[in-house]
Antibody, heavy 118, light 111 residues
Framework: QVQLVQSGAEVKKPGASVKVSCKAS????????ISWVRQAPGQGLEWMGW????????NYAQKLQGRVTMTTDTSTSTAYMDLRSLRSDDTAVYYC???????????WGQGTLVTVSS | QSVLTQPPSVSGAPGQRVTISCTGS?????????VHWYQQLPGTAPKLLIY???NRPSGVPDRFSGSKSGTSASLAITGLQAEDEAAYYC???????????FGGGTKLTVL
């Protein structure tokens, strides 16, 4: 069965960086892309961007351009999301999810809580 | 302020029918992009409920249905059950932002 397993919770100071991993199994990794979506405490879903696991093409949310980098490692079927210059309002649960650039995401990781606090 | 507008909350009694609206614009829903819906139970990751406006993934009951008209879309839930109590989000793509957009979410309360 399709599974996306994310790395564990992180606590970071303002200005630091965080890298969240998302290991896929149960399907051909390069046949789909990975979207990253975050959810601040008590808030709604915010799309961060998408990466093609086939060729590495990316599409980032305008709001995060310059601070976020998404990569994949096809040898381990793992996707990564790197967010730099962290601020307190980056505190959120970060989800990876399988899907296409325009379309729906059909499988989600369990979420990774990133807390930014001094 | 979300690009796609949803009511913050809706409610209904068990067995009733409720609808959740998702209002967009000419740069997203009105531009012909598909609308997808997700259900998020408390403390869990979202789950795909409806894709491509009105299609249900395997395992989603036919009590859930989606539709679209112009720059808006709707999710209808019939025969409300206690386990339907959750947050619901619509999603589409926006030309102006060149990216995916979500609605702000609607909390469904089953009375």
């Amino acid at each position: 069965q399709v599974q996306l397993v994310q790395s564990g919770a992180e606590v970071k100071k303002p200005g630091a960086s965080v890298k969240v991993s998302c290991k896929a199994s149960g399907y051909t990794f390069t046949s789909y892309g990975i979207s990253w979506v975050r959810q601040a405490p008590g808030q709604g879903l915010e799309w961060m961007g998408w990466i093609s696991a086939y060729n590495g093409n990316t599409n980032y949310a305008q709001k995060l351009q310059g601070r976020v980098t998404m990569t994949t490692d096809t040898s381990t079927s793992t996707a990564y999301m790197d967010l730099r210059s962290l601020r307190s309002d980056d505190t959120a649960v970060y989800y990876c999810a399988r899907g296409t650039n325009f379309g729906p995401v059909d499988y989600w990781g369990q979420g990774t809580l990133v807390t930014v606090s001094s | 302020q979300s690009v796609l507008t949803q009511p913050p909350s809706v409610s209904g009694a068990p067995g009733q029918r409720v609808t959740i609206s998702c209002t967009g614009s000419s740069s997203n829903i009105g531009a012909g992009y598909d609308v997808h819906w997700y259900q998020q139970l408390p403390g869990t990751a979202p789950k795909l409920l409806i894709y491509g406006i009105s299609n249900r993934p395997s395992g989603v009951p036919d009590r859930f249905s989606g539709s679209k008209s112009g720059t808006s879309a709707s999710l209808a839930i019939t025969g409300l059950q206690a386990e339907d109590e959750a947050a619901y989000y619509c999603q589409s793509y926006d030309d102006s932002l060149n990216g995916v957009v979500f609605g702000g979410g609607t909390k469904l309360t089953v009375l």
